[in-house]
């Protein structure tokens, strides 16, 4: 163990033991088991490296004291909740380095059902919270991986199926509290809905990806759940003709709750786990939408738009007359990404992983996108679904590869990239969601601009001059040509 890390936890240790009362529930874990797994988050083929130790924090003032000292020591530390990242943001690069594992920090402080607001923790996950607000008829509209918590969510500027309505992460987040590099706490602004008072240093965390504090507490907007819904489908012929239509509906302005594509390969794999024939679906590009509002007139206001911006081109139309069946046409869009290995279970002595990409364009170039990708999948003779958050103009391939085939992975990897430059093309994100990390560090200067990048390290090396937060992520402190 490095020197300095052995410092780092030798003090820590001895503030828990002179200090119960403010730090006796801090933890520091070495043990074989925890280091690992805290070694890896859910991305896919990105190196990581073990931490020296997992410290567990509680509250805080836990993450002030860590900060404090790994600053001072230049110990470079990575905050983990749920470790559901996909780009690698949750691991460590430098070997001696700690993980903040803020899991434990967990309770919702306070809800404020007449301001439409609640105050939680960064390891408070988002269904959770979910749950807890049911009684007061309110919700959090993101809902990006289902073990997802707020720290992470943040870190990411995450969405998910509601964002179509509700907006992003930076749109539902009021307020944060924040340990800087040094262990400064601050606060970004107040509970006000809107506020004109100085930078918006709340967006400026948002996103930021843990490279320049640490969230300890967000205030977050809540929105009434609808008092009326119903979710309706419809299959199309091919992937473009479905692209077709969800422009149409984005360009009509009527307000669906979501309004999701899945293709005809990811019906298939779903269909694998469906027992019952009459359950099955017909294997067709999808589109899926919920309609929502506060009457039944909105909802069937809605649907008449869904169908007429459908047309003729529509070969199956099926709208939800239950709860039950609502649940089951949803079941097509929650079980794809679990569903896709089912897609080459027969074949043996492999062992399958799903490539998760991420892009997003403006609406008028989805069915550029999409077709094109299409290609570029079938010439790299991969199995890959794609699913679409089809209102953002966001989507997502299930690259399902053999862990065991470096050519196959480097395919993948190949069409993974194309994916990200044709998007930016098209004057749209190499990432819609899931954030940068290392994995898409090489694409976000191509996006962003030489200025930006600098601006950005500019920031990073003024709020952390030691470059101890999630060192490696984002960017590279120095600009490409200088290293």
Request: aromatic share 4%; net charge negative.
């Amino acid at each position: 163990m490095s020197s300095a890390v052995e410092q780092l936890l030798t003090t820590l240790a001895a503030h828990v033991q002179t200090k119960p009362a403010e730090f006796g529930s801090l933890r520091i874990r070495t043990d074989d088991a925890t280091l690992r797994r805290h070694s890896r988050d859910k991305s896919y083929h990105h190196e990581s490296q073990r931490p020296r130790a997992v410290v567990a924090v509680a509250s805080e003032a836990h993450v002030s004291l860590v900060l404090s000292l790994a600053n001072a020591l230049k110990v470079p530390v990575v905050a983990y909740a749920a470790g559901t990242s996909l780009e690698a943001q949750a691991t460590l690069i430098d070997h001696n380095g700690i993980i903040l594992d803020c899991s434990e920090m967990d309770n919702v402080v306070a809800v404020h059902e007449q301001d439409l607001d609640c105050v939680v923790e960064p390891g408070v996950g988002w269904g959770e919270l979910r749950e807890h607000l049911k009684p007061t008829g309110l919700f959090f509209p993101p809902d990006p991986g289902a073990a997802a918590c707020i720290g992470g969510m943040c870190g990411t500027n995450c969405s998910g199926t509601l964002a179509f309505r509700y907006g992003t992460m930076k749109d539902n987040v009021l307020s944060l509290r924040v340990v800087l590099a040094d262990g400064t706490v601050i606060k970004t602004r107040n509970r006000a809905v809107k506020s004109s008072a100085g930078y918006d240093l709340t967006r400026l965390f948002i996103g930021s990806e843990g490279t320049l504090g640490i969230v300890t507490q967000a205030t977050l907007r809540l929105r009434r759940i609808p008092t009326h819904s119903s979710v309706v489908i419809a299959q199309f012929p091919t992937l473009a003709a479905s692209a077709i239509v969800v422009q149409r509906l984005v360009q009509s302005g009527a307000p669906f709750l979501r309004l999701e594509i899945i293709d005809d390969l990811c019906i298939k794999a779903v269909n694998t786990e469906i027992e019952d024939p009459a359950r099955k679906f017909a294997e067709l590009t999808t589109i899926m939408a919920e309609c929502a509002g506060g009457s039944h007139d909105a909802v069937l206001e809605q649907l008449a738009s869904f169908k007429q911006a459908c047309g003729d081109g529509v070969m199956n139309l099926t709208v939800a007359t239950n709860e039950e069946e609502a649940e089951h046409l949803w079941s097509l869009r929650k079980r794809a990404y679990f569903s896709a290995t089912a897609l080459r279970q027969h074949e043996v002595d492999k062992k399958f992983t799903v490539v998760v990409t991420d892009v997003a364009v403006p609406i008028s170039r989805l069915v550029d996108i999409l077709v094109a990708t299409k290609q570029m999948i079938e010439e790299a003779q991969l199995v890959s679904p794609i699913v679409a958050h089809a209102g953002d103009g966001n989507f997502h391939c299930l690259m399902v590869v053999d862990d065991n085939d470096p050519a196959e992975i480097e395919r993948a990897t190949t069409v993974r990239d194309k994916m990200a430059l044709l998007a930016l093309q098209m004057e749209g994100t190499c990432t819609g969601e899931h954030g940068i990390g290392i994995g898409k560090i090489h694409l976000l200067e191509k996006e962003l601009g030489h200025g930006a990048m600098q601006l950005m390290r500019t920031l990073k090396k003024a709020l952390d001059p030691n470059n101890i937060l999630n060192p490696g992520k984002v960017f590279h402190l120095e600009s490409p040509s200088k290293l």
